[in-house]
């Protein structure tokens, strides 16, 4: 009897023994995260939305080998200096320090100042690492952890945003690697770099010190399917925006499985970080930093209802559409108070005439005419002397970017709003 | 008379119906094994192979010896439930126990390791020819991970609703968290079935029919075998300015007989094209790709998944590399941290702009700290030490920011933010801290969340070049002590908290007071707040 092949497939699993294989106990099993650039909830440029703190704690709870396990994160989880960041960095520092071996302590924590310094350290439970910094009366950090077999320190790609940070003058990132490998030698443990270099700088890194045995670097671009190694150095990444846990087990001398992990809507929100999470949310409420978002000049605003009252089929086909109800869709969510959010959620944000918050400016809480076609206060007064823009895709774009809305197509998205003289 | 014969020939020959792009290996090479029976008219043979392609009938059996006897009524709660969602996004697909089943279900204690990793699998899945038993027989590991764990409830969900997925001949997906999104990993949370699998499942069950219909009605038929040729295998975007949309041509040949679908899936939102179509025999689509860069800079390389249904390639992957060059920078000589004396200070900030960017500045406001702003056009070199960059020649705008007398003690953020000519970044902006006086590092303590432990926190003073003392310091929470000490360096301070461990459960607001010997700056109150749970 003939028989193709494929019909015997087994969907790439091992189809011959039945049986489990005993735990080996020489092997190291490392969870890293890292990167995620300010994403702390689950990242928009993939559809179904992938990562988030949440999920990554779930993943690390389930993937865990027992007192084999080495949690790592490779830092630069925020992007900024604002307020926002400083509350977003304490909720991260919260959340992975109930997990974490060693955090490293990045560039873009670095420039949110010695004082952030100490409370992220005391947050994380004493676990932020960097090898930058040398010792000093206000510096709070380890320059390197043991865990296990290993020993973990985390250098940054320039020594530039640790300038003065401690009080003293930071060791040089060339220097820092050397130290760590040397460090390493003498209590007898294998160098694990937490770098934010990318992957050439890390393959330069690994032919210079053979002895790093993985070296974490950072990358815009999804982690390789496949592990990649220099040498006798295991080169990963955990990809950009915090979308990915990598699993790495490694054996005495080898690799002995390496996955990346894409944290879909599969995982479900781990309990502590979720109320963590929550905190964080309410401490931007509570902070009121929407108010405090710059916010440029402009005509007024007049709110939607206005424009339908000449403009009734157009207003009809808004009130049916999202746009109408995009702030409660975000305040649904948690999000409401959100400056990260509600720009792309409500009308005239960033300008001084425009959306303040749902109670002051109820007639703005929602992606009105305005939002695209300006602030209609002169129209609407002298409709036939001042007439309003025509607008196009590229006002849709601004909201609708790849980040936030991965599957946006200007001709399909138009079809649910379609108005105007040209619906 | 030759007329109506000849149309009576043609109705009986035809090209097999074509298969949708996202379609099961096993269930494409079934398909095309009856497919060529039916055009060597070998049609007893047609028929029993056609008899066992899947259906909407699926005769299943359940073998739960293995299972612990209290988790038996509930896996089958599990699997009748899932049978429900199934048959209700497949129109007509029932299940129906049998001895002689389609889809067999069983469980072992645990199951091989998957090849080149330390996970066992979470289940198996065997595919048998006709006649050789079950046509899907789906294995579920009763632990999996490494150290083992047991099975959830919801993983016997997900491979249960894997194994039907693979019956009605849908293909492994790599979107996590749909039906066909199955992982070995543990830890997983419910799948549900995607409107996209229900609908290709649908359409698949529709092509079984009429392979049945034909072979019972002896008809003959050409298999589909269309085939997929790509030009180039690999995109190549160069070095662009951030921001550019870049547009990439790909061509797909179909060399095959039959009609070519396609499905195409990127890793990243930053492309917009068409993700699906279908391409005649013989002929060739253009596929427009755009890819937007503006939320990256350096080497960036994306990945494009390409499905099929050539038997010979069902899914291809297509790199897409680009180096993208930042369009501006905003350097501040010194860092984001400006230290303000009395009388107040003028900053300058620098916009470099690259070459050919297309972005002028048109006005500049600075925002949060009363202050003023003037800007020039600039050309002069500069090192960016942040970026890792050395002095080069650079050219774009100086920013001078005067932050005036009014600025009260304490450390205060502002914001830059420049208004542009360029479309794609129409408002650009920088953050700036400005400190003044005697300043508290945190200047606000969050202490997270507590328990019963005593912590400790610190916070540091600072007023560079000029030496002030402490007089004291007191906290107005019962459960917080404060004490303070200098550091060496002149001007500093480090004062420690201490929480006790004994607040109530609850949040906390409460000021730290810190009184100096300084007249402008007598009391600095510092806010602390968390939780003790």
């Known amino acids: ?423 | 008379m030759f007329l109506p014969l000849l149309f009576v020939v043609a109705l009986q020959s035809s090209i097999a119906p074509e298969l949708p792009a996202g379609v099961g290996s096993e269930f494409q090479a079934a398909c095309l094994e009856v497919e060529g029976r039916l055009e060597a008219k070998d049609f007893a043979k047609a028929q029993r192979l056609a008899s066992h392609l899947p259906s909407l009938d699926v005769p299943y059996q359940w073998s739960d010896a293995n299972v612990r006897p209290a988790d038996r009524t509930h896996y089958i709660e599990i699997r009748d439930r899932l049978f429900k969602i199934w048959g209700h996004m497949v129109p007509g697909l029932t299940f129906k126990e049998s001895t002689k089943p389609a889809m067999k279900f069983g469980f072992e204690k645990v199951l091989a390791k998957v090849p080149d990793s330390d996970l066992p699998a979470g289940a198996a899945l065997f595919f048998s020819p006709p006649g050789e038993g079950p046509m899907v027989e789906s294995v579920i590991g009763l632990t999996r991970g490494n150290p083992a764990v047991e099975v959830t409830d919801a993983e016997v969900y997900n491979e249960t609703s894997y194994a039907i997925g693979r019956y009605l001949g849908l293909a492994p997906s790599p979107i996590p968290g749909s039906a066909l999104g199955r992982t070995d990993l543990p830890g997983m949370g419910f799948a549900s079935v995607s409107p996209i699998e229900a609908s290709r499942a649908q359409e698949l069950m529709a092509i079984t029919q009429k392979l049945r219909d034909a072979a019972e009605h002896k008809k003959t038929m050409t298999p589909t075998k269309p085939s997929v040729f790509l030009d180039p295998v690999k995109l190549d975007g160069a070095t662009v300015l951030q921001g550019k949309k870049i547009d990439f041509s790909l061509q797909l040949t179909n060399r095959g007989n039959s009609t070519l679908n396609y499905w195409l899936q990127p890793d990243c939102g930053c492309f917009s094209l068409k993700r699906s179509g279908k391409v005649e025999a013989g002929g060739s689509a253009l596929v427009q790709i755009r890819m937007d860069t503006t939320q990256y800079h350096g080497p960036v390389e994306k990945k494009i998944a390409l499905f099929t249904n050539d038997p010979a390639n069902p899914s291809i992957l297509l790199p897409v590399t680009v180096n993208i060059r930042p369009r501006y920078q905003f350097i501040r000589p010194g860092g984001s941290v400006v230290v303000v004396p009395d009388g107040g200070a003028n900053v300058d900030v620098y916009l470099a702009i690259s070459e050919g960017a297309g972005l002028d500045a048109t006005s500049a406001d600075f925002h949060g700290i009363a202050g003023t702003v003037k800007y020039v056009p600039w050309k002069g070199v500069l090192a960016d030490p942040e970026n890792g960059e050395g002095a080069k020649p650079r050219t774009g705008y100086k920013f001078t920011i005067h932050l005036d007398d009014s600025l009260p003690p304490g450390r205060a953020s502002g914001t830059l933010s420049v208004e542009t000519t360029n479309p794609d970044f129409p408002s650009i902006r920088f953050n700036l801290s400005a400190q003044k006086g005697i300043v508290a590092l945190p200047d606000q303590l969050y202490m997270g969340e507590l328990g019963g432990r005593p912590v400790p926190a610190t916070i540091l003073l600072s007023r560079p070049h000029s030496v002030y003392k402490i007089l004291g310091v007191a906290c107005d929470l019962a459960s917080f002590s404060a004490k303070f000490s200098a550091l060496p360096q002149p001007g500093e301070y480090k004062v420690e908290i201490t929480y006790d461990g004994k607040a109530t459960i609850g949040e906390f607001h409460g000021l730290l007071t810190i009184t100096t010997d300084d007249p402008k700056q007598p009391k600095i109150l510092v806010p602390i707040s968390g939780v003790v749970r």
């Open chain 1, 1 to 423: 009897m003939k028989i193709a092949p494929l019909v015997f497939a087994c969907a790439g699993l091992a189809c011959a023994a039945w049986t489990g294989a005993p735990r080996d106990d020489s092997n190291w099993t490392f969870l890293i995260s890292g990167d995620s650039d300010g994403n702390l909830s689950p990242c928009g440029c993939t559809s179904p939305m992938t990562g988030g703190l949440r999920r990554r704690a779930t993943a690390v709870r389930k993937l865990s080998v027992g007192d084999r396990t080495i949690v790592l994160d490779n830092g630069d989880n925020v992007a900024g200096t604002a307020r926002q960041d400083e509350l977003k960095a304490e909720s991260v520092a919260e959340i992975l320090g109930r997990d974490c071996n060693a955090i490293a302590f990045k560039a873009s924590e670095a420039k949110l100042g010695i004082g952030e310094m100490q409370t992220l350290q005391r947050l994380s439970k004493g676990n932020y690492v960097s090898s930058n910094l040398r010792e000093g009366a206000t510096n709070p950090l380890m320059r390197t952890i043991e865990a296990g077999d290993f020993l973990i320190g985390s250098v940054a790609a320039s020594e530039s945003p640790f300038n003065r940070l401690a009080g003293v003058e930071p060791e040089s990132s060339a220097r820092a690697i050397e130290q760590l490998v040397s460090d390493a030698e003498n209590v007898g443990r294998s160098a694990v770099l937490l770098y934010s270099g990318n992957r050439d700088q890390a393959e330069s890194v690994a032919r210079s010190h053979p002895t790093i045995k993985i070296i974490v670097y950072r990358s815009p671009n999804d982690p390789p399917k496949a592990v990649e190694t220099v040498g006798t150095t295991t080169l990963v990444t955990p990809g950009e925006h915090g979308k990915y846990l990598l699993r790495l087990t490694m054996g005495q001398t080898e690799v002995k499985s390496y996955t990346p992990i894409s944290l879909g809507p599969e995982f479900e929100d781990q309990a502590d970080a979720s109320r963590l999470y929550r905190t964080y949310l309410d401490r931007v409420d509570r902070e009121d930093l929407l108010s405090k978002l710059p916010k440029s000049s402009s005509p007024k605003f007049v709110g939607s209802t206005k424009c339908g009252s000449c403009h009734a089929p157009d207003f009809k086909v808004w009130k049916l559409s999202a746009h109408s109800h995009a702030l409660k869709t975000l305040e649904n969510d948690g999000h409401g108070r959100d400056p990260d959010c509600v720009s792309c959620h409500v009308t005239g944000l960033e300008k001084k005439g425009g959306f303040f918050s749902h109670a002051k400016t109820p007639l703005l809480a929602m992606v009105g005419c305005e939002s695209c076609h300006g602030a209609g206060a002169t129209h609407s007064a002298a409709p036939r002397k001042v007439k309003m823009p025509k607008v196009g895709e590229s006002h849709c774009i601004k909201c609708h970017t790849p980040s936030n809305s991965p599957n946006f197509e200007f001709l399909t998205y138009w079809n649910k709003i379609r108005h105007g003289k040209r619906g």
